[in-house]
């Protein structure tokens, strides 16, 4: 069964950072492209940063500069490092595989507030 289990959010003033982790179960991460998502409220969820088995990784436009995927094979773990915080980063963040196949379901997220 795969479990995804997303920590590390919580409430930040703009400007700030924070580290996300994901552990992962249940999926053959060590040859699978990972990516975190995030919803905003009243949004569509969005992909944010993507890291493939071999460490490559792509990030949305928004987040260029600020945001830092990477992932550790041995512990089943994919992080993001998120610093430069803005209140639109405001939102639910959650990974999944990359590119997301909806044969799998999702984690319950992580919040992540921005405000002063």
């Known amino acids: 069964q795969v479990q995804l289990v997303e920590s590390g959010g919580g409430l930040v003033q703009p400007g700030g950072s924070l580290r996300l982790s994901c552990a992962a179960s249940g999926i053959a991460f060590n040859i699978l492209a990972m990516g975190w998502y995030r919803q905003a409220p009243g949004k569509q969820r969005e992909l944010v940063a993507t890291?493939?088995?071999?460490?490559?990784?792509n990030y949305a436009d928004s987040v260029k500069g600020r945001f830092t995927i990477s992932r550790d094979n041995a512990k089943n773990t994919v992080y993001l490092q998120m610093n430069f915080l803005k209140p639109e980063d405001t939102a639910v963040y959650y990974c999944?595989?990359?590119?997301?196949?909806?044969?799998?379901?999702w984690g319950r997220g992580t919040q992540v507030t921005v405000s002063s």
């Open positions: 999944n595989i990359a590119p997301y196949n909806p044969s799998l379901s």
């Open positions: 890291v493939s088995r071999g460490g490559t990784t």
